[in-house]
């Protein structure tokens, strides 16, 4: 169980032969001295022994302790990675969402100058067919009008469209932000707790 060596117990000194005159009496006092010294070395050997003990078993208790909050903390510290990666799926989520809608944007921009483009055509023929007479005038008029109409029309439907893109982009930005911003709350009451948890 440990290392700890036991201190030699000395060796016994001869026998003391009685003296002449009165000298049994002063061997048995010499005994006596001898075995009182060696009962204190017993139990001095017997306190070390059980102090060592105990140190032991509060050093293994000490490092049971140390292991229980290693595992904590790498449990925290795996939570805690699982929390930024889902952060980062989410980015990445609504940067392909706000690349989606700028491109429907950007289709929407390009019909409309494709019709502005027709519009603009028309209105030189209509220029160019003045000389026909008032029957074609009044056809190019009315195909005039017609174009104007759809223009305005798409153009209104591309403004409905384009509030409506910006409503969901605002909306979108904004659950984002709540949501980071309640993680970003949750993290930093866990790096409390977890400071807390060692001081």
Not at 148 to 164: Q, V
Request: glycine residues 4%; proline residues 4%; aromatic residues 6%.
């Amino acid at each position: 169980m440990s290392d700890y060596a036991a201190p030699a117990v000395p060796p016994q000194p001869p026998p003391v032969r009685p003296l002449a005159g009165g000298g049994g009496e002063t061997n048995m006092a010499m005994r006596s001295l001898i075995g009182q010294k060696e009962a204190e070395l017993q139990a001095m050997h017997e306190y070390r022994l059980k102090a060592l003990e105990a140190a032991i078993s509060e050093r293994d208790k000490q490092l049971a302790e140390l292991q229980d909050s290693f595992k904590k903390l790498k449990l925290d510290f795996q939570y805690n990675l699982q929390l930024f990666e889902e952060r980062d799926a989410e980015l990445e989520r609504y940067d392909v969402a706000f690349a989606n809608l700028k491109n429907v944007v950007r289709d929407r921009d390009a019909e409309i100058s494709d019709l502005k483009v027709s519009a603009d055509e028309m209105e030189a023929q209509l220029k160019a067919e003045q000389a026909r007479g008032v029957e074609v005038e009044r056809y190019c008029q009315d195909k005039l009008k017609d174009a104007n109409e759809r223009l305005e029309g798409l153009r209104h439907a591309k403004d409905e469209e384009l509030a409506k893109v910006r409503a969901e982009l605002a909306e979108v930005r904004r659950q984002f932000s709540a949501e980071l911003h309640a993680k970003d709350e949750m993290l930093d009451t866990q790096r409390r707790d977890m400071a807390a948890s060692f001081d």
